[in-house]
C-alpha cells in the first residue's frame, strides 16, 4: 500500500510571485486563492508554499521575525486560513515551509538572546567568546564572509550560516526545541498538511567549534533530533514531510527518510544539480555537464533508495535556474520539445515529483536581464560584490553571465498567465518588484491551457498517468546504456507491467535500437514514432505487458 504522499505529485509556488491581488506589485495569498482553480486544472495534489510569515525580508522570507504571523505583503491570518479552506474544499493540499535552522534577528527570540549572556533565551543561539580577538572558526556564511558576527553588546560572537540577519537556532536547548515543536503544532492544529523543512540537515552543529572545522552539515544529533520531532509533533499527525537537505548522499537519505526510521518522508538531494557548478566559483561559472555523470547520480539515488526510503524528484525550486535553460534547449525551435522531454524523464522515475509554478509552462531563465541592477537575491548581490568588486577575482561579464545562467532570480520573475501588460501577474501600470521575463507575450498559462500540445497539456497528461498506473510511483527503476552521451533511457518495472522511458538530451536526430520500444507509446513530444530514430529531444514513454515465463 502506497501512501498519499507517494501517489502525490506537488506544486511549489513562490507567493511573491505568483499573483498579485491588490496591485502593489508583490504576489499574496489572495492572488494564490484566484488561481487554485488553475493548480487544481494541472492535476497536481499538494500545494507547497515558500515562507509567508512575518520577515523584514533579507533572504524573501527565510529570516522570520514571527512564526505566528503571516507577513502583511501577502495578507493576514484569515486570507491564509481562506486560502487553506478553499484549498481543501478543491482537493488540494498545503504544505508549509518550516525555516526552523536559524530566525530573523529581528526575531523576538533573538533580541532578547542577545541582551545579557544571562537572558533567559541566550541559548536559543549559538554564542561564542573570540579566540585571540577573531571568530571561533573559519566557517563561511552561505551567503558570503564569515559565519560569526561579532555583537558588542555581549562581547561574543553569533553564528549565522546564511546572512548575518539570519542567527542559528541552537537546537542542544531543549527549550528551543520544545519551541519549535509548540510551533509546529500550531499551524498542523489549523489543518496544514505537512512540512518542507529548510536546511534541516544543518540544525545539529559540531561539538566544539574552536578545533573542529568539520562542516555543519548532517552533524552528530540530527537524526536524534529528527526522531524526536516526529515522535513529539508528526506522528501525531497524517502530513508529509520533505527535508532540503543539501550535501546530502543516499545514505544520509536512508536515514532521514527511510521507510522505518520514523524521520521524514523525503529530502530534497541537490547532487544531481551540482554537475554544471564549478569547483571554485560555484553557480557563478558554470560548464557543460555531462549527460553520463547526471544519469548515475540520479539514477544512483533510484537504486539506493529503492524499497529502503523514499525519493523527492525535482529540477527546478525557487533557488535553482530554469531547467529548460540548463538541461534543455531554450531557444524557440527547441524549448517546448525539450521542457516536455525533461519532466518526462524526471516524472517516470520513483518518487514524488515536484513542480516548480512556470516549469509546467517551459518557463525559461531571464534573458533580459542584462544589468546587476534587475537583481533582487541577496545571494547573487552579495556574490558580486564579493567576487567582482571586493576581490575582482571575476570581471562583471563573467560574473553577469554566471549570473544568467544559474542565479536564483531567474526562477523568482512572476508567473506568466497571459500576454496582456505585465503577464497577468499584477495590474499593467504597476511596477512590479522584480522584472519580468520578457518572452511572456509567447509563454503563458492562457495560451496553454486548452492547448493539447502545450507544456501545460502534457504535465497534465504525466499526472494523470501517474494516478492512472501502479508501475509510475511503484516500479523498480534501471538505467539502460549508461554510459550514452546523449539518451537518457530507463526501465520502471512492477510485477508484469514495464515502462520504457527513451529521452534524446540532443539536438540531433539519433538512432537507437532501443528507442523502437515495444507495447504502448503512452506518452511522447512528437506527433508520431520515428521508431529507432530519435529526434531532437524527443522523449517517448511505452508500457508493456510482459508475458509470464517460466522463471
Ligand atoms: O541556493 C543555494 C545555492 O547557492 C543553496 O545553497 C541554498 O542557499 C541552500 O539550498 C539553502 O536554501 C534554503 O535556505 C536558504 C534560503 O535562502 C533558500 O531560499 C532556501 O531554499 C536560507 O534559509
Ligand atoms: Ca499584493
Known amino acids: 500500500m502506497t501512501k498519499w504522499w507517494q501517489d502525490a505529485v506537488v506544486y511549489q509556488v513562490y507567493p511573491r510571485s505568483f499573483q498579485d491581488s491588490n496591485d502593489d506589485g508583490i504576489g499574496d495569498l489572495n492572488g494564490i486563492r484566484q488561481r487554485l482553480p488553475y493548480i487544481k486544472q494541472l492535476g497536481v495534489?499538494?500545494?507547497?508554499?515558500?515562507?509567508?510569515y512575518a520577515t523584514p525580508n533579507d533572504d524573501n522570507g527565510y529570516d522570520i521575525s514571527d512564526y505566528r504571523a503571516i507577513n502583511p505583503e501577502f495578507g493576514t491570518m484569515a486570507d491564509f486560513d481562506a486560502l487553506l479552506a478553499e484549498a481543501h474544499t478543491l482537493g488540494l493540499k498545503i504544505v508549509m515551509d518550516l525555516v526552523v535552522n536559524h530566525t530573523s534577528d529581528e526575531h523576538h527570540w533573538f533580541q532578547e538572546s542577545r541582551k545579557s549572556r544571562t537572558n533567559p533565551y541566550r541559548d536559543y543561539y549559538i554564542w561564542r567568546d573570540p579566540v585571540d580577538g577573531h571568530a571561533p572558526n573559519d566557517w563561511e556564511g552561505g551567503f558570503g564572509g564569515s559565519a560569526w558576527e561579532f555583537d558588542g553588546a555581549t562581547g561574543q560572537y553569533y553564528l549565522h550560516l546564511f546572512s548575518k540577519k539570519q542567527p542559528d537556532l541552537n537546537w542542544r536547548n531543549p527549550a528551543l526545541r520544545a519551541a519549535v515543536y509548540a510551533m509546529m503544532r500550531f499551524w498542523l492544529d489549523k489543518g496544514v498538511d505537512g512540512f518542507r523543512m529548510d536546511v534541516?540537515?544543518?540544525?545539529?552543529?559540531?561539538d566544539d567549534f574552536t578545533h573542529d572545522h568539520r562542516s555543519p552539515i548532517n552533524g552528530p544529533h540530527v537524526n536524534e533530533y529528527l526522531q524526536e520531532m516526529n515522535r513529539e509533533v508528526?506522528?501525531?499527525?497524517?502530513v508529509m514531510t520533505v527535508g532540503?537537505?543539501?550535501?546530502?548522499?543516499?545514505?544520509?537519505?536512508?536515514?532521514?527518510?527511510?521507510l522505518n526510521t520514523n524521520e521524514l518522508n523525503m529530502v530534497f538531494t541537490f547532487q544531481h544539480l551540482g554537475v554544471d557548478l564549478d569547483p571554485k566559483f560555484g553557480r557563478w561559472v558554470?560548464?557543460?555537464f555531462s549527460l553520463v555523470r547526471l544519469k548515475q547520480i540520479m539514477s544512483d539515488w533510484q537504486t539506493q533508495l529503492h524499497g529502503q526510503a523514499w525519493n523527492s524528484l525535482y529540477w527546478n525550486n525557487h533557488d535553482q535556474p530554469r531547467v529548460v535553460s540548463r538541461f534543455g534547449n531554450d531557444s524557440p525551435q527547441w524549448r517546448v520539445r525539450a521542457a516536455k522531454m525533461l519532466g518526462a524523464v524526471l516524472h517516470f522515475m520513483e518518487g514524488t515529483p515536484y513542480v516548480y509554478q512556470g516549469e509546467e509552462l517551459g518557463m525559461t531563465n531571464a534573458a533580459n536581464f542584462k544589468s546587476i541592477a534587475d537583481y533582487r537575491d541577496i545571494e547573487i548581490l552579495n556574490a558580486y560584490q564579493e567576487l567582482v568588486v571586493d576581490k575582482g577575482e571575476l570581471t562583471a561579464e563573467q560574473m553577469l553571465q554566471g549570473i544568467h545562467h544559474s542565479g536564483r532570480d531567474n526562477a523568482r520573475t512572476p508567473m506568466q498567465w497571459d500576454d496582456t501588460p505585465n503577464a497577468g501577474f499584477?495590474?499593467?501600470?504597476?511596477?512590479?518588484?522584480?522584472g519580468l521575463n520578457a518572452n511572456y507575450p509567447q509563454i503563458n498559462a492562457a495560451s496553454q491551457v486548452d492547448n493539447p500540445d502545450s507544456v501545460f497539456a502534457f504535465y497534465q497528461r504525466m499526472n494523470q498517468l501517474r494516478k492512472q498506473l501502479p508501475v509510475v510511483v511503484s516500479g523498480t527503476y534501471k538505467l539502460l546504456l549508461p554510459d550514452d552521451t546523449q539518451v537518457w533511457t530507463y526501465t520502471r518495472t512492477l510485477g508484469q507491467v514495464q515502462l520504457l522511458v527513451v529521452a534524446n538530451f540532443t539536438a540531433d536526430t539519433l538512432t537507437r535500437s532501443e528507442a523502437a520500444g515495444t507495447g504502448k507509446?503512452?506518452?511522447?513530444?512528437y506527433a508520431d514514432d520515428a521508431g529507432a530514430h530519435l529526434r531532437g529531444y524527443e522523449v517517448k514513454v511505452y508500457l508493456q505487458h510482459k508475458v509470464r515465463t517460466s522463471d
Do not use: C, M, R
Not at 532540503?244 to 527511510?258: F, S
Open 45 to 52: 495534489d499538494v500545494i507547497w508554499l515558500n515562507p509567508v
Open 200 to 206: 534541516i540537515n544543518f540544525i545539529s552543529k559540531t
Open 234 to 238: 508528526l506522528s501525531h499527525y497524517d
Open 244 to 258: 532540503e537537505t543539501p550535501g546530502a548522499k543516499p545514505a544520509n537519505a536512508l536515514e532521514y527518510a527511510g
Open 286 to 288: 558554470v560548464h557543460p
Open 426 to 434: 499584477t495590474g499593467a501600470s504597476v511596477t512590479p518588484w522584480i
Open 521 to 525: 507509446l503512452i506518452l511522447t513530444n
